[in-house]
C-alpha cells in the first residue's frame, strides 16, 4: 500500500531529519533544586525520530544538524553514531567560553500529582544559528532520500530556522520526496521571536510544503490559526475534534496529504489514557485507548510519529500504520530519555493487541 507514492527504489536512506541536537539532564523524580546528580539524554525532536527509525525500525536515516567541536558536542556525536543515524553536520568552534553550545534541555519526570518541568538554556545554540545555504540539499537528497522530516521546535530556534526548513523542503520536492512536519508548538520557545502571531506566521509558510503534518487539535488552532471547538470542554481522548478540523487544515493548505496525532489523557504524571488519529487522503483511522504506565513522558510524540512514519514508508495499511505509531509511542513512555529502546517485534505484538505479561 502506498497512498502517499512514496518512493520505492533503492535509497541511500529512507528518511532524512532537519533539526537541533540537544542534551537533556534528567534528575528522574527529584526535582531540580534537590538534585544531586542527573542522567545525560541525547535527543531533539527531528533527531529522535530518526534515531528510532535506524535503533528500532531498521531503515537508514540521517540527521542534519549543527556540531560543535567540544567536550558536549563529542559526547552527542558520539550516541548519534551509537543510535546508527548518519550526521549530516556543520561544525562550530566552541571558544572556551561562551560558544556556541549543544543546547541544555532540564526535565524532571514528576510523580503522581507532582507534573514533569521542562525549561531550557538555549544561550547561543549552534543549532540556531543555521540558515538557508548551510547544506547542499542538491547534493544530499540527489543521493536518494524517500522522506525528509523537520518540527516547530527547530522552527522556533531563530529567525533563520525557518528558512532552512522551507528550502529543505522546497529541494525535497524537486526529488521525489514527501515531507513531513511536526507542529510541536511551545509558547516557551516563541515567547521571546514574537509570541503566536510570529509561529502562526511560520507554521503557515512551512505547510504549504508539507505531505503530512503531526499536530492535535491544539496545534493546529494555535500554530496554524485554524478554527475548531474549545479542546478544554472536550475530551482529549475524542478523535471528533480533530477530524471536524480536517476539512479547513486541507481547504487552506490543499498539499497536505495525511494529518495524524496522538490523544492523551494525563491522570496523573505515571498514568495516561492513550490513543492516536489518522486522517489520510480522505480516510479516517482511529486506535483503540489504553493505559498507560509512564515512566517517562517526553518524547512519545516523537516515537508515534516514528512508528507511523515506519508505517508508511514500509506499505502498511493504513489502520496497521496509525496502530505501530501509537504502539512505538506508548513504548516510548515506558524507557528512560527521549530516544527508543523497544525492538520492532514489541512494538507489532503491542500494535496487535498485546499484553505486558511476563515474557519466560
Known amino acids: 500500500m502506498n497512498p502517499l507514492n512514496i518512493r520505492t527504489d ?6 532524512l531529519s532537519l533539526g537541533s541536537l540537544v542534551h537533556r539532564l534528567d534528575p528522574g523524580i527529584i526535582p531540580f533544586r534537590k538534585a544531586r546528580s542527573v542522567d545525560i539524554h541525547v535527543s531533539g525532536g527531528e533527531y529522535n525520530v530518526a534515531s528510532g527509525l535506524a535503533d528500532c525500525f531498521g531503515l537508514k536515516t540521517g540527521i542534519a544538524s549543527a556540531m560543535v567541536d567540544y567536550g558536549i ?5 558520539t550516541r548519534v553514531r551509537e543510535m546508527g543515524v548518519r550526521p549530516f553536520f556543520k561544525r562550530f568552534e566552541h ?5 556556541p553550545n549543544i543546547a541544555t534541555v532540564y526535565s524532571d519526570r514528576g510523580y503522581g500529582a507532582r507534573p514533569p518541568v521542562v525549561f531550557y538554556n538555549r544561550a547561543n545554540e549552534a543549532g540556531a544559528m543555521l540558515k538557508a545555504g548551510d547544506f547542499d540539499w542538491d547534493e544530499n537528497f540527489g543521493q536518494g532520500v524517500r522522506w525528509f522530516h523537520s518540527g516547530g521546535i527547530y522552527a522556533a530556534l531563530s529567525a533563520t530556522t525557518s528558512g532552512l526548513i522551507i528550502e529543505a523542503m522546497q529541494a525535497a520536492h524537486k526529488h521525489g520526496v514527501i515531507t513531513s512536519f511536526d507542529l510541536n508548538y511551545r509558547p516557551k520557545l516563541w515567547a521571546p521571536i514574537g509570541g503566536l502571531e510570529q509561529a502562526q506566521k511560520t507554521f503557515r509558510a ?16 494555535l500554530g496554524l490559526g485554524i478554527e475548531g471547538q474549545d479542546v478544554e470542554k ?13 476539512d479547513n487544515v486541507t481547504g487552506q493548505f490543499p498539499g497536505i496529504k495525511a494529518v495524524a496525532t496522538t490523544l492523551r489523557e494525563v491522570e496523573t504524571s505515571n498514568r495516561h489514557q492513550w490513543g492516536a ?3 489520510c487522503q480522505g480516510e479516517q483511522h482511529v486506535s483503540p485507548v489504553r493505559e498507560l504506565g509512564v515512566i517517562d513522558r517526553i518524547g512519545g510524540g516523537d516515537g508515534f510519529a516514528t512508528g507511523l512514519i515506519f508505517g508508511l514508508l514500509d506499505g502498511r495499511s493504513l489502520d496497521e500504520t496509525l496502530r505501530l505509531g501509537w504502539a512505538h509511542g506508548a513504548l516510548l513512555t515506558t524507557f528512560p530519555g527521549d530516544t527508543t529502546m523497544a525492538r520492532l517485534s514489541e512494538v507489532e505484538a503491542f500494535a496487535s493487541g498485546g499484553s505486558a505479561r511476563v515474557q519466560r
Not at 533503492?10 to 528518511?15: I, N, S
Not at 571558544?95 to 560558544?99: F, I, P
Open 73 to 77: 558536542g563529542e559526547l552527542v556525536e
Open 10 to 15: 533503492d535509497c541511500a536512506l529512507d528518511l
Open 206 to 221: 512551512i505547510v504549504e510544503h508539507v505531505d503530512v503534518l503531526l499536530g492535535n487539535e491544539e496545534d493546529l488552532q
Open 95 to 99: 571558544n572556551g567560553v561562551n560558544g
Open 277 to 279: 488519529v489518522l486522517w
Open 234 to 246: 472536550s475530551s482529549k481522548l475524542d478523535p471528533s475534534a480533530f477530524f471536524g478540523m480536517i
